[in-house]
């Protein structure tokens, strides 16, 4: 039996995705058993993502600046990639093909669960529409509920007059676009099509 600091601090761990109790238990044993190296440092970078990391008001992914280093980046290309979650468009990011600027839903379409139009983000993706942007392309996964969604949004966007694409081939049916490679990133984003 552990003492109660460990099990809370292995329970809070073990809530994390992809992680379990005993991966938790492992990662627990790692940062107690040194310290200064491991616990203290991980410590402080948690206290500063909690004081320091905010939503963007303009895109919504994750910064310590607002707006974001990407939102203020004046050579972005005049497009929009509008993505379902952070982790979303840090994949793109990553890939590095792409030079627009993105907005985040912060969820997908599921009458299921409940998850409506109002729910998301879509009232300020219109809102950052203007004459200067020529392109959205709709970076949302290939399922039902990414799908619905993605019908919702062109409907929605079809009186702009934006061009309005959707990512193509190299995204599997089913797929979560935080998990994909760069190179299938790469193919998707090249071959987009109109939607």
Do not use: N
């Not at 004046?74 to 093909?97: F, H, K, N, T």
């Not at 299921?112 to 709709?138: F, H, K, Q, S, Y």
């Not at 990414?146 to 049916?173: C, E, F, N, W």
């Amino acid at each position: 039996m552990s003492a109660p600091a460990i099990e809370r601090l292995t329970q809070i761990i073990a809530r994390l995705p992809g992680l379990g109790p005993r991966s938790a238990r492992r990662i627990v044993l790692r940062l107690l058993s040194d310290r200064e190296h491991r616990l203290v440092p991980l410590i402080a970078a948690l206290k500063d993502a909690a004081e320091q990391v905010r939503a963007c008001s303009t895109c919504f992914t994750l910064d310590t600046s607002d707006p974001c280093t990407i939102c203020a980046d004046a050579s972005r290309e005049p497009m929009i990639c509008v993505v379902e979650s952070v982790a979303d468009l840090w994949a793109l990011e990553r890939a590095g093909i792409y030079r627009g600027r993105y907005h985040v839903l912060g969820g997908l379409l599921s009458p299921i669960t409940g998850r409506g139009p109002e729910t998301l983000r879509i009232a300020p993706l219109l809102a950052r529409l203007d004459d200067r942007v020529r392109e959205i392309i709709l970076a949302l996964p290939s399922t039902v509920e990414g799908q619905a969604s993605a019908h919702y949004l062109m409907d929605r966007l079809k009186t702009t007059g934006i061009r309005v694409t959707q990512l193509a081939q190299g995204v599997p049916v089913g797929g979560a676009i935080e998990i994909l490679d760069d190179g299938t990133l790469a193919l998707a984003l090249a071959a987009r099509r109109d939607a």
